[in-house]
Each structure stands twice: as structure tokens, then as C-alpha cells.
């Protein structure tokens, strides 16, 4: 205890010693009178009190929403080592957004941040050698996919068209053409990025040849992208994806992943694409097959469908011949509806995993408590799963230690030889409801852990991530791929500024 005279000094003194010492606060941040003189005429500044403020926060799962104070809506790269100047300056935390379809739960961990909206950002320029296009930090998917398909062009990117090129690819960007050229982050051969200290750099296999590893694969941490220039490929004639899809019902489901299992662990693997959506129908979850190659012909394809054909699906479509925009369209891929928009108001959560193989028991296990959890808890009727499995040929090729991507190993692990698996759970509100968040949380565990039954190890696509997945689980097991992302990024954010999106610490 203070001695009493010490007490009754000490408000005496702490009021002299304020005066003394403490400058007067500063007024509070006015951004559009502090901020906006520091962008260039195009940029704007956007504030809560503006109508438009929702249009550019809004995220597709509401429960991972961040709280905005200003959005910068940029216009250029200099605006944009402008923003993370002054939010440094202020200690605003910051993040880049795009389609705002990103999952990772920390982005709900900004109060008070800056948004720095990258969308207008989207230039799609072919170079001048037709084997690569430059493309703003911004753009969508569907944009540069449109852009290429109009040149007679093409290259690996996500599947999904209505997510940002860059945001996807720097996590990895799995897609249709994955075994043809790749993963899309294996299209990346340049990078212009603002640093988190503000400062702009070039990033390619000579200049800052670490960071632009650390880019393919870890990119979330490490700048802001505001350029990148990919390999892109000569399309091949119309019509060369053949297509098929058929749907079963669920006590099908160890014959199915079985059949999957049996077809992928062939050497060399088919060149082809199987995605599964569990669909809910009005009972239960239906096992929905989707088969495409654009090394198969549509007699292959039938060839090949056969095994399955023989499980007697509950529905099936002839095969078809379609150019990839048909394809992706014929998926529910293209921009604007299903696989686009989220149901109005959509909150949860997303409960990823790569497998090696799939264990039937396993899936087994997962539908059934799938199913429980959406009969027993009606209000999770957006709720889904999603199987993918992507060709892989052209992504073994690719040396793997040159990218920090972690999943290429040589053998038999995730996307080289299995799948990803996303379980899905949603529901429609209005606002965040904490008991089924609560919900949402106890039962998607229960599912990924089910489905994790008979694999060695999880292994978490970073792009799916939400943040209860072990940083080995994303970035690696191997020790000196961690080591060199951590020095990587004590040398180039110290301060850890891009630390709301799978941070590597
Ligand atoms: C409907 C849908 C379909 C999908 N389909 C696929 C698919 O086919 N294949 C696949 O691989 N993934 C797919 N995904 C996952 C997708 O890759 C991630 O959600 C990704 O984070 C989306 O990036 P974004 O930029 O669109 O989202 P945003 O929410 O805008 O951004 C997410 C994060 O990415 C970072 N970021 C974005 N742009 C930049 C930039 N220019 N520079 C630096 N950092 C940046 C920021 O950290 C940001 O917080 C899909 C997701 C959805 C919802």
C-alpha cells in the first residue's frame, strides 16, 4: 500500500505532469479532409455516413465481417501506397478487398480499419509477345477469363468467376485447367506490390526473387498486389470440354468415393475433373457428380462414366461437347447467378480439408451427421458440401520447393492425388445469431473431423481457411518452408500489417 502522504500527493502531480509533458490530443481523423488530398483525383474516399458504404464492405459470409471506418476506393497504385502510408501513419489496420468473398474468420478481427478497394484496379492487357497478360490487382476472374477466351487465349484460374484473380491465385487458384497448365499461382511470373511499409516493388524470379516466391502461395502476407502478369496459353477449338453429370442418392456414397478412389489412384491419374456438390433435396443430401475433361473425348467420357453408370444414379445427363465459357456456365459458374451470390444475408462458417484418398467410411460419416445437422436445425438450410478434384499432371511438373504453395508433393498427398472437401454450413438473417454461430462452429468441426478419419495428417487450403487450421496445415509441415516464411516476413512486415488473413504469425 501507497504511504498515505504518497496518496495524497498523487493526483497533485499526475495534473501538473500532464500539463507538462502530454501535448494536447489531436483532433479526431477527418478522412476526407487528412486522407483524400493525399490520392490522386480518381480515388475516393468513402466514409459510414455514405449510402454506398455497404455496397463496398459488404463480405459473402456476413460472420466474417470486418468493421470499416473509411473505404479507399483507389485508382491507382500510387493511391494505394498513399492508404497504407497513412493508415501506418494512424495505426489503422488495413486490408485489401476485391469480391469480399474471402473466409478467413481473423478479417473479423478489424475494428476501425481502412478497406482498401481494389475493383478498380482491373486492367486485362494481352503483351505484345501474346504469351502473357498484365492484369490489376483487381480484376475478376470472369474478366480475365472473358478477355482471353475474345484473343483466342486462355490460362489456369479458379473455377469460381466471380473472385478476384489475384486474391485466389495468391492462395493457390484450383481449376479446370489446373492439369493442363497448372495451378493458377503457377501462372504468376511478375508481381508490383506495395509493401506494408508503403513502398512499391517488383517481385519476379530476379527481383526479390524471395518475396515473389513468398507471393505464390503465402501472398496474403506480404503486400498488397497491384499488378501481376500471367503466362497465358492458345485456346483449343470449341467445344473440347466434354461434360457429365450425375446425381445419387445417399447410400451410395461408399460405392461412390470407392469408385473415385479406384479411377484416381491409377498411374498416371485421368486426365480429367470430378466435382460432388451434396445438394440438400427435400429429405437428405444427394450426392451430385459432376465429370469433365478436355483430354476426353465425349465417347471417352462416356467410357469412362460407365463404372459409375453402374451404380445406378438416381439421375443422369447425356454427355456433352462444350467450349469452357459453356462449361462454366453449364456448372452454374458464370457470374452472375448460383455460384456467385450467396443467399442474401448469408452467415457461418467454412470447414475445409485436403484428403490423400478418400476413406468411404469416412464419408460415410460425414453425410450422415451432415444430414442430421441440417434436418435437426432447419434454419441451416444453405448449408452444403463441396467435393473437388481437379486434374493434376501439369501442377505435378512444377518443381516443389520453387513456390511456397505446400500441398505439391510428389506423391500421393491432396490435390495431387485427392481432393478438397468444404463443408459449408450457413444460415439466411438478418443479423449474426450467436447460438447458431455457436452451432455452426460445434457441428462443422464434428464434420471436418469425420471426414479427416484415416488420413495422416490435415492439410488446409489457405483460400478455405477460417482459422482454426494449424499453420503446417496451410503452409506446410516442412520445417524450412515455415522458417523461410517467418523471415521472410520479419523483414518485410515486422509489424505484422497483413495479419488478418492466414498469418503466418
Ligand atoms: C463462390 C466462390 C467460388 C470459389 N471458387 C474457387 C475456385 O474455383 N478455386 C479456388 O481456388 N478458390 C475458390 N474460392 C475461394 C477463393 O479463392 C477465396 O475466397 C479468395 O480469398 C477470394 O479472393 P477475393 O480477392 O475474391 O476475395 P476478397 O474477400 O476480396 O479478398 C480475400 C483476401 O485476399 C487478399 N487479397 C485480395 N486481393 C488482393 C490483392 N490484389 N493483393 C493482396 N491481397 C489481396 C486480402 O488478404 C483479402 O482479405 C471460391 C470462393 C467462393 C466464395
Redesign the pocket.
Same mark, same amino acid.
Given at each position: 500500500m501507497l504511504p498515505f502522504a504518497l496518496l495524497a500527493l498523487a493526483p497533485l502531480t499526475s495534473a501538473s505532469s500532464s500539463c507538462d509533458t502530454h501535448p494536447p490530443k489531436p483532433p479526431p481523423l477527418n478522412f476526407h479532409i487528412d486522407l483524400a488530398p493525399t490520392l490522386s483525383t480518381s480515388a475516393l474516399v468513402v466514409t459510414p455516413d455514405n449510402p454506398q458504404f455497404s455496397y463496398y464492405t459488404h463480405?459473402?459470409l456476413k460472420s466474417k465481417s470486418p468493421q470499416y471506418s473509411v473505404v479507399v476506393v483507389v485508382a491507382t497504385e500510387a493511391d494505394v501506397s498513399a492508404a497504407v502510408t497513412f493508415a501506418n501513419k494512424h495505426d489503422i489496420p488495413f486490408?485489401?478487398?476485391? &469480391?469480399?468473398?474471402?473466409?478467413?474468420a481473423g @478479417?473479423g478481427d478489424i475494428k476501425g480499419g481502412m478497406n482498401i478497394w481494389?475493383r478498380n484496379l482491373s486492367s486485362v492487357v494481352v503483351a505484345e509477345d501474346r504469351g502473357h497478360v498484365v492484369v490489376g490487382?483487381?480484376a475478376?476472374v470472369d474478366e480475365v477469363v472473358g478477355r482471353l477466351w475474345e484473343g483466342g487465349k486462355q490460362t489456369a484460374t479458379? @473455377?469460381?468467376q466471380?473472385?478476384?484473380i489475384?486474391? &485466389?491465385g495468391?492462395?493457390?487458384? @484450383?481449376?479446370p485447367l489446373m492439369g493442363v497448365y497448372g495451378l493458377?499461382l503457377d501462372q504468376f511470373v511478375g508481381f508490383r506490390v506495395v509493401l506494408a511499409n508503403g513502398t512499391v516493388v517488383s517481385a519476379d524470379v530476379e527481383t526479390n526473387p524471395d518475396l515473389f516466391w513468398a507471393l505464390r502461395g503465402a501472398?496474403?502476407n506480404f503486400?498488397?498486389?497491384?499488378e501481376v502478369k500471367l503466362r497465358i496459353y492458345d485456346r483449343k477449338g470449341s467445344s473440347d470440354w466434354s461434360y457429365r453429370q450425375l446425381s445419387f442418392s445417399g447410400d451410395k456414397v461408399e460405392a461412390v468415393f470407392d469408385e473415385i478412389n479406384n479411377k484416381r489412384r491409377a498411374s498416371p491419374p485421368p486426365p480429367l475433373s470430378e466435382i460432388l456438390y451434396q445438394l440438400i433435396d427435400v429429405l437428405q443430401a444427394i450426392i451430385d457428380l459432376r465429370l469433365f475433361s478436355n483430354a476426353f473425348s465425349p465417347s471417352q467420357l462416356e467410357a469412362y462414366a460407365a463404372s459409375f453408370l453402374a451404380l445406378s444414379p438416381l439421375k443422369n445427363t447425356t454427355t456433352l461437347a462444350l467450349d469452357y465459357p459453356g462449361l462454366i456456365a453449364e456448372m452454374g459458374?458464370a457470374t452472375a447467378p448460383e455460384?456467385?451470390t450467396?443467399p442474401a444475408g448469408s452467415f457461418g462458417s467454412v470447414f475445409g480439408a485436403a484428403v490423400e484418398r478418400h476413406v468411404p467410411a469416412a464419408m460415410r460419416k460425414m453425410y450422415n451427421l451432415f444430414n442430421e445437422v441440417i434436418k435437426t436445425i432447419p434454419e441451416l438450410w444453405a448449408s452444403y458440401i463441396f467435393v473437388?478434384g481437379y486434374g493434376t499432371e501439369a501442377m505435378r511438373q512444377v518443381p516443389e520447393r520453387s513456390t511456397a504453395w505446400a500441398h505439391r508433393v510428389p506423391h500421393g498427398m491432396c490435390w495431387t492425388d485427392g481432393s478438397g472437401i468444404n463443408v459449408v454450413l450457413a444460415y439466411k438473417a438478418d443479423q449474426m445469431n450467436a447460438t447458431l454461430e455457436g452451432i455452426v462452429q460445434k457441428r462443422g468441426e464434428e464434420i471436418r473431423a469425420a471426414k479427416l478419419e484415416g488420413q495422416d495428417r490435415q492439410r488446409s487450403?489457405v483460400?478455405?481457411a477460417v482459422k482454426q487450421e494449424s499453420l503446417e496445415s496451410m503452409y506446410g509441415y516442412e520445417a524450412w518452408r515455415l522458417e523461410k516464411l517467418r523471415g521472410l516476413k520479419k523483414e518485410l512486415d515486422p509489424k505484422n500489417r !497483413?495479419g488478418? !488473413?492466414a498469418p503466418i504469425f
Open positions: 463480405q459473402n486490408t485489401a478487398k476485391v &469480391s469480399g468473398h474471402g473466409t478467413w @478479417l481494389l490487382g483487381g475478376m479458379a @473455377l469460381g466471380c473472385i478476384g489475384t486474391g &485466389s495468391i492462395g493457390g487458384g @484450383l481449376g493458377g501472398g496474403h503486400g498488397i498486389i497491384t459458374y455460384g456467385c450467396p473437388e487450403y483460400n478455405y !497483413f488478418f !488473413f
